[in-house]
């Protein structure tokens, strides 16, 4: 059974930082390309970074400089660290595993709040 399970998110001030995790089971993680995707109340889902199994990166413009992907293979984790954070940033952010075009799997989210 294939889970990702997302952590860290939370309620922090304009300007702060957070960093999520998202521990990915039942897949061979270092196969898989990795992406955060978030979606705001009454929007739809938006890329926000992704990482390919060979470690290559890729960033939404509105996050370029201040949020930065990675991963672990051997802890089979892929990280999110976000700074600078605006209140346009609130969102559900959710973990995105897809092993070429066979496998696609989501994370159940974790919310991400900015106050002004």
């Known amino acids: 059974q294939v889970q990702l399970v997302e952590s860290g998110g939370g309620l922090v001030q304009a300007g702060g930082s957070l960093r999520l995790s998202c521990a990915a089971s039942?897949?061979?993680?270092?196969?898989?390309?990795m992406g955060w995707y978030r979606q705001a109340p009454g929007k739809q889902r938006d890329l926000v970074a992704t990482?390919?199994?060979?470690?290559?990166?890729n960033y939404a413009d509105s996050v370029k400089g201040r949020f930065t992907i990675s991963r672990d293979n051997r802890k089979n984790t892929v990280y999110l660290q976000m700074n600078s954070l605006k209140p346009e940033d609130t969102a559900v952010y959710s973990c995105?595993?897809?092993?070429?075009?066979?496998?696609?799997?989501w994370g159940q989210g974790t919310q991400v709040t900015v106050s002004s």
């Open positions: 990482i390919t199994s060979r470690g290559i990166t």
């Open positions: 039942g897949i061979i993680f270092s196969m898989n390309d």
């Open positions: 995105n595993a897809k092993y070429r075009n066979v496998d696609n799997y």
